[in-house]
């Protein structure tokens, strides 16, 4: 299961007993905290992601230590206005990316031909798909 969070859930001193309830019932599998322009511009709330794994019966009696994987995505791809935010290099300049695309195209006679072609593109500076990237990772290498 994934569930979003406010921060004050995790942090609040009065919200414990959400924390606790938690811990009980699931294995946390993955924090990530997520950048306050997550659901700007119509939320304006520092929230998280928790992925959790429900405990079996078994599991809810053995107080068992295990690894949690963290990240904070910092960069979101959007501003706070919700326009997209492009990945810049160190002067500033948007950074474009070749992309081979491919299409198909049918002639006159029907006869169908699949083409490619080299596309520049720009892409969003988002931190969630490096997150994606390294829990694979740690999952990997949890099971090795």
């Given amino acids: 299961m994934a569930i979003v969070l406010p921060d004050g859930i995790l942090g609040n001193p009065n919200t414990e007993y959400v924390r606790s309830w938690i811990l009980k019932n699931f294995l946390v599998l993955a924090s990530i ?7 700007l511009p119509q939320v304006g709330v520092q929230a998280s992601i928790l992925f959790l794994q429900k405990k079996s019966s078994e599991e809810k009696l053995i107080d068992k230590k295990y690894e949690i994987f963290m990240a904070i995505a910092e960069k ?22 070749d992309v081979q695309k491919q299409y198909l195209i049918t002639d006159r006679n029907g006869k169908k031909e699949l083409r490619s072609r080299i596309e520049k593109i720009r892409v969003l500076n988002d931190d969630l798909p490096s997150i994606v990237k390294e829990y694979r990772q740690f999952i990997t290498s949890l099971i090795d």
């Fill in 33 to 39: 905290d997520l950048a306050v322009e997550a659901f």
């Fill in 76 to 97: 979101l791809g959007k501003d706070r206005r919700g326009n997209p935010i492009y990945q810049k290099d160190q002067d500033g300049a948007e950074i474009l990316f």
